[in-house]
């Protein structure tokens, strides 16, 4: 997102056209409006005495009013209101005392009506520009004409670049140089800020509590998402198990990372029940992308059988013709794959190998999804099945709880979930 300052002061004088208690509105150096000088709402500031006003001081900073646009996730920008009055005043300079006390009163009173409708417009329901710190106002006389009685505002603009994808973002530079109510009325509400967890595939991962609905047998259908950016090429990518290697028995889904055969980022995902000779073991044909977000779902339909198993990369179903050795392309027959291991996000904690990658979000469900519901979850659209949901975690609102982030449950089947050996730097603004 970028904001130019002229837009910014625009939000002002659109508020002070609103109000008709303010005659005017000024921007530029603090004590323009008594010189004959220009400003960009006043040419040849011929109206710049009409009064009440408010004017926007120039920060300090900025040298001339055509300046460079700041952009970014975070900037804080001073800014200083004054609010003049000369009504009631003498031509000679000098306020009737009598009546000083009320203008004071009166003027702090537009004042601060002026700042609660300046937070609801650059609030979310409008022109989305950040917060303020709360006003602090100072009584003023000016030096430079003592006619006026002036209430200075001064408070702390925290301009924010909400993480959004590039399709939703405003592009603020669009918007008229003077704006007017309708701009503010159309323009789309930003969504707020959204954050990942990022693990360094050292011993960090994500505990699922113990619960019956993960004791699902390999006849029975189910499907994993997950929104992974892997920056470089870790161990592995990305990993959900339970798994239990000593039997061998159990399930896990994964994004192969350096290490891995055949493919360097390819899906892989094995079904093993307690006979180790019978079991599925079944890797994608294309990989992902390092350095970008990617979107990953495994279904398997319960066949038991390679031709039952999907996985499509950004909602683009991928070939699987790669098998790994004498029977592991199943199909499988009796025994069972249910095991009393915990069901970990991130790791293969048996295998001793822990993903390096940042993670937006993690589902499972109890049931096969389809290509067209595949695509409506890369796109960000409604959640299909969502009674079939039984992992769903929320790692956007995930809260750190002193040693540890506590983890959201969206389906409701468990109290939520906890990360293991992570650090509080770990939650990073970026999302898909």
């Not at 303010?22 to 323009?32: P, R, T, V």
């Not at 006619?147 to 592009?171: D, G, M, Q, S, Y």
């Not at 929104?227 to 028995?249: E, V």
């Not at 977000?293 to 990369?313: A, E, K, L, M, R």
Request: hydrophobic share 35%; aromatic share 12%; proline share 6%.
């Amino acid at each position: 997102m970028t904001t130019t300052l002229t837009q910014v002061s625009n939000v002002f004088n659109l508020l002070c056209l609103a109000d008709a208690r303010l005659l005017n509105y000024h921007f530029g150096w603090q004590w323009d409006i008594n010189k004959e000088i220009d400003n960009n709402f006043d040419p040849g500031n011929k109206t710049g005495r009409l009064f009440p006003a408010v004017q926007m001081d120039v920060p300090d900073y900025f040298q001339a009013l055509e300046q460079p646009s700041y952009d970014g996730t975070k900037e804080e920008i001073k800014v200083l209101l004054y609010f003049y009055d000369e009504q009631d005043y003498n031509n000679d300079s000098s306020a009737k005392t009598i009546n000083l006390i009320e203008q004071w009163t009166n003027l702090k009173t537009i004042a601060e009506d002026f700042m609660a409708n300046y937070l609801e417009a650059i609030g979310p329901k409008k022109y989305n520009v950040g917060f303020i710190s709360n006003p602090r106002y100072t009584q003023r006389s000016n030096l430079h004409n003592d006619r006026l009685i002036v209430w200075e505002v001064e408070f702390t603009l925290t301009h924010i670049a909400p993480c959004t994808n590039i399709l939703n973002k405003i592009n603020l530079n669009l918007l008229p140089d003077i704006l007017q109510l309708q701009d503010l009325e159309r323009i789309t509400e930003p969504p707020p800020p959204c954050f990942s967890l990022a693990s360094d595939g050292v011993n960090e991962d994500i505990l699922v509590p113990p619960n019956a609905a993960f004791n699902f047998e390999w006849t029975q259908p189910f499907s994993i998402e997950a929104w992974i950016y892997p920056s470089t090429n870790g161990a592995i990518n990305f990993a959900l198990s339970k798994f239990d290697l000593a039997i061998p028995k159990g399930w896990f889904v994964m994004v192969l990372g350096s290490s891995g055969s055949p493919l360097s980022g390819a899906l892989r995902m094995q079904l093993r029940n307690q006979f180790p000779g019978v079991y599925i073991d079944c890797y994608s044909n294309q990989s992902i992308i390092f350095g970008q977000w990617n979107h990953v779902v495994f279904t398997s339909n319960g066949s038991g059988t390679i031709g039952g198993i999907d996985f499509y990369i950004d909602a683009v179903a991928t070939t699987k013709p790669h098998v790994t050795g004498p029977g592991t392309a199943g199909p499988l027959v009796g025994g069972t794959i249910i095991n009393t291991e915990d069901v970990t996000i991130n790791s293969l904690p048996d295998t001793g190998n822990y993903s390096e990658n940042n993670l937006f979000l993690t589902r499972m469900w109890n049931t096969q999804l389809n290509a067209g519901e595949v695509l409506s979850l890369y796109n960000g659209l409604t959640v299909p099945k969502s009674a079939n949901l039984i992992i769903n975690a929320d790692l956007d609102s995930s809260v750190w709880n002193g040693s540890e982030f506590d983890i959201p449950d969206l389906t409701g089947v468990t109290t939520g979930y906890t990360t293991r050996n992570a650090e509080e730097e770990d939650k990073v603004e970026d999302c898909p």
